[in-house]
C-alpha cells in the first residue's frame, strides 16, 4: 500500500485536531471530578455517540471485518443479541442505581451497594484488564502498520500512543468523550464508501448470496447445529453465552461504557445514553461485517482481489486493510487509515479514563491515601494517565515478544469478567444479597470458569486438568465457560448471602430495586425522549434486524 | 458552554474539500479495482456534513 502526500496531510489534519479539541477543552479541568468524570455535565448526544466510540477499538474493527469473511453474517450476533438487548436492560433497569447512588466509578457502586473487598476485588482485575486490552490493540495497530505500510512498529505504537495521552492529559474524560464523538463520524464516513464499493463489485447483496455458501448471508438460518455454521455454535449457547451472560456481563457492568453514560448531565440522559447508541450500533455491521462478506464473494470472481493464505486457510485479519488497498485511491485512503486510527485512540481513551478513575478513586483514594485535598486527586489522575499510557506501551512490546502469555493474560481476564452479571442483577434487585454473599460468589464463579476451560477442549485449547468435553469450536467453548460462570457465582451469591447478616434496608436506598423509588420523567421529557419509549423503538428495530437477515 | 459542532464541522468541510480537490485532479495512486471517482463523491458526502454541523453550530451562537 502507498501513501501519496495528500494522505499525509488529512492524517497531519486529522492529528492537529484532536489535538486542538484536547487543548480547548483544558480550561474546563478544574477539579478532580471534572477531569475524572466530566462532573455530570456533558449532553446526551455526546454521551450517546462516545458510549459506542469507546468500545469501537481498532481490533473490534479489524476483528469483525475479519469475522465477517470468515464466519459471514453470524458475525452480526455480537452486535444484535450480543449487544442491543444488554444496552436496553442498562439504560432502562440499571441506570437509575448508577446515577442514582451518584457513585462515581462501577466499582464504588459495589462498595456502596456490599463492602471494601468486594469494591476492590473489582476495581483492580478492572485496572488491570483496561492496561492488557489497551497494550494488546496498541501492539495490534502497530503490527498492521509494519506490515501494511512498511512503518516503524515503534513509531506508530509511540505516536498514536503519546496523541492520545497528550489530549487526554489535557482535557481528562471530556476531552476523551469529546474526541470519540469526532472519531466516530471519521470511522462512519471513513468506511461507509468501502462497503458500499465492495458490495457494488461484488455484484449487489444478491451477487454476494450467489456466490457464497448460504450460511455466509444468514445470521440465525444455520444455527439449529454447531456443524451447521463456520462457527461451530448452537442456538441455546449462542443466546445464553453470548447474548445474556458475556453481552450483560460487559454492556452492564464495563467501568469502560458506563463512565460515558454516568457523564451525562441528567438522570433522563444518563438512561438514554445507551439507548441512543443503540441505534448506530446496530447498523455498525454493515459497514464493518458486511464488507468482509463481500470480499469472500470477490475471491469467487477472479477480479484479481484475494486474500493472502496462511496455514491452511486466510490471512483474515488483513480483509478490511486488503480491500482498502483496492477500492480506496490516494486521497480516500488517507480518510480511511485515519479511520482506522481514530478507532485505535477511541478504544484506547476509553480504557486510559476508565483507569484514571478507578485507580484514583477507588484504588489510591480507597487504600493508599484518603482525605488528602482534592488538587492532590486531580494530580494523581493526570499522573496516572502518564503512568498508564507507559504501562500500556510496554505491554504491546510484551505482546510483541511472547504471544502465548497474551494469550494466557486473556483467558484469565475472560474468567473474571464472566460472573460479574450475577453479582449486579442479585445486587440491583435483591435487598437481600450481601457482601459476602457477592465477593463469595465472584471467587467461585470465577473458579468455575477456569475449572471448565480445564476440562474440556475446543481446537487444541484447554483441558490442561482432564479431558471430560469437546466443543466443536473455541467460541462454544467461551460461551459456555461463561455460562457455567455465570450460574455458578448466581447461585453461591443466593446461598452465602442468605446465611450471612443481610443490611438494614435504610442503608439500600438508591442502590436496590424495591427500596428505591424511582425517578419519574422529567416534566419537560417529550414522548420520544422518554427511555421506555426508546427502549421498545430499539427492542423493536432490532428484532426487524434479525428477521430480514436471519 | 463549548460546541463540539462547530470543530468537527470544520474538520468535515476541510477533509471534504481536500478530497473534492483530488478526485478532480486525478489521484496520485488509482484504486485498482474500481473505476468510481470515489475521492469525489466521499469527498462531497464529508462537506455535505461538515456544512450541516457548521450550520448547526453557528445557528446556535
Known amino acids: 500500500m502507498r501513501l501519496a502526500p495528500v494522505d499525509y496531510l488529512i492524517i497531519a489534519l486529522y492529528f492537529a485536531f484532536v489535538l486542538g479539541i484536547g487543548w480547548l477543552i483544558r480550561k474546563r479541568v478544574a477539579s478532580s471530578e471534572d477531569f475524572l468524570t466530566s462532573s455530570r455535565s456533558v449532553p446526551l448526544w455526546i454521551t450517546s455517540l462516545a458510549f459506542i466510540a469507546a468500545n469501537m477499538g481498532a481490533q473490534e474493527m479489524i476483528g469483525m471485518c475479519a469475522s465477517g469473511a470468515k464466519y459471514g453474517l453470524m458475525t452480526a450476533h455480537f452486535y444484535w443479541i450480543g449487544a442491543i438487548p444488554a444496552m436496553i436492560f442498562v439504560g432502562v433497569f440499571m441506570m437509575p442505581f448508577y446515577y442514582g447512588s451518584r457513585a462515581r466509578s462501577v466499582p464504588e457502586y459495589l462498595r456502596l451497594r456490599f463492602d471494601e473487598k468486594t469494591r476492590t476485588f473489582n476495581a483492580v482485575t478492572f485496572a488491570a484488564m483496561t492496561v492488557f486490552s489497551s497494550g494488546i490493540s496498541m501492539y495490534a495497530l502497530g503490527r498492521l502498520f509494519q506490515l501494511v505500510l512498511g512503518w516503524s512498529f515503534t513509531a506508530s505504537v509511540l505516536l498514536s500512543a503519546g496523541i492520545v495521552l497528550a489530549y487526554t492529559y489535557l482535557g481528562g474524560l471530556t476531552s476523551a468523550m469529546y474526541n470519540e464523538v469526532l472519531q466516530f463520524f471519521l470511522i462512519v464516513l471513513g468506511f461507509t464508501p468501502l462497503a458500499m464499493l465492495a458490495v457494488h463489485r461484488a455484484g449487489g447483496w444478491e451477487g454476494i448470496s450467489s456466490r457464497l455458501p448460504a450460511m455466509m448471508t444468514h445470521s440465525w438460518a444455520y444455527t439449529y447445529s454447531p456443524s451447521a455454521n463456520a462457527m461451530g455454535v448452537e442456538v441455546f449457547g449462542l443466546v445464553m453465552g453470548l447474548g445474556f451472560v458475556l453481552s450483560f456481563g460487559y454492556w452492564c457492568t464495563d467501568f469502560l461504557v458506563i463512565q460515558r453514560a454516568l457523564a451525562a448531565n441528567s438522570m433522563t440522559a444518563a438512561r438514554n445514553t445507551p439507548l441512543v447508541a443503540a441505534f448506530p450500533k446496530m447498523l455498525i455491521p454493515f459497514i464493518v461485517i458486511v464488507p468482509g462478506i463481500a470480499a469472500m464473494a470477490l475471491m469467487q470472481m477472479n477480479v484479481g482481489y484475494s486474500l493472502p493464505p496462511k496455514g491452511s486457510g486466510y490471512d483474515y485479519d488483513l480483509t478490511l486493510t486488503t480491500l482498502m488497498a483496492s477500492f480506496y485511491p490516494s486521497g480516500l485512503l488517507g480518510v480511511g487509515l485515519t479511520a482506522l486510527m481514530a478507532s485505535f485512540m477511541s478504544g484506547m481513551a476509553g480504557n486510559i479514563t476508565a483507569l484514571n478513575t478507578v485507580w484514583t478513586y477507588d484504588i489510591y483514594q480507597g487504600h493508599i491515601r484518603k482525605g488528602a485535598p482534592d488538587s492532590h486527586y486531580l494530580m494523581v489522575g493526570r499522573l496516572t494517565t502518564i503512568v498508564g499510557t507507559g504501562l500500556s506501551i510496554a505491554t504491546a512490546y510484551l505482546a510483541q515478544l511472547y504471544n502465548n502469555i497474551m494469550d494466557l493474560l486473556q483467558l484469565v481476564f475472560g474468567f473474571v469478567n464472566a460472573p460479574l452479571f450475577a453479582t449486579f442483577l442479585l445486587g440491583m434487585f435483591w435487598k437481600r444479597a450481601t457482601g459476602h454473599g457477592a465477593f463469595t460468589g465472584l471467587l467461585a464463579g470465577t473458579g468455575a470458569a477456569a475449572l471448565t476451560h480445564g476440562l474440556t477442549l475446543a481446537e487444541g485449547k484447554g483441558a490442561w486438568i482432564a479431558r471430560l468435553h469437546e466443543f466443536p469450536s473455541t467460541m462454544a467453548q467461551n460461551f459456555w465457560i461463561a455460562i457455567v460462570a455465570w450460574t455458578t457465582c448466581f447461585l453461591a451469591t443466593i446461598v452465602v448471602s442468605l446465611l450471612t447478616r443481610p443490611r438494614p434496608e435504610s442503608e439500600l436506598v438508591n442502590l436496590v430495586y424495591g427500596i428505591t423509588r424511582l425517578p419519574p420523567p422529567e416534566p419537560q421529557a417529550r414522548w420520544y425522549q422518554r427511555p421506555a419509549v426508546l427502549a421498545v423503538v430499539v427492542g423493536i428495530s432490532c428484532l426487524l434486524l434479525n428477521i430480514w437477515f436471519g | ?61
Open chain 2, 1 to 61: 458552554m463549548w460546541d463540539l459542532r462547530l470543530p468537527s464541522g470544520l474538520f468535515f468541510t476541510l477533509i471534504g474539500l481536500i478530497l473534492c480537490a483530488t478526485g478532480l485532479a486525478g489521484p496520485t495512486h488509482p484504486a485498482p479495482l474500481t473505476e468510481v471517482n470515489v475521492n469525489l463523491y466521499a469527498g462531497a458526502g464529508m462537506l455535505a456534513f461538515g456544512g450541516v454541523m457548521l450550520w448547526l453550530g453557528l445557528r446556535r451562537s
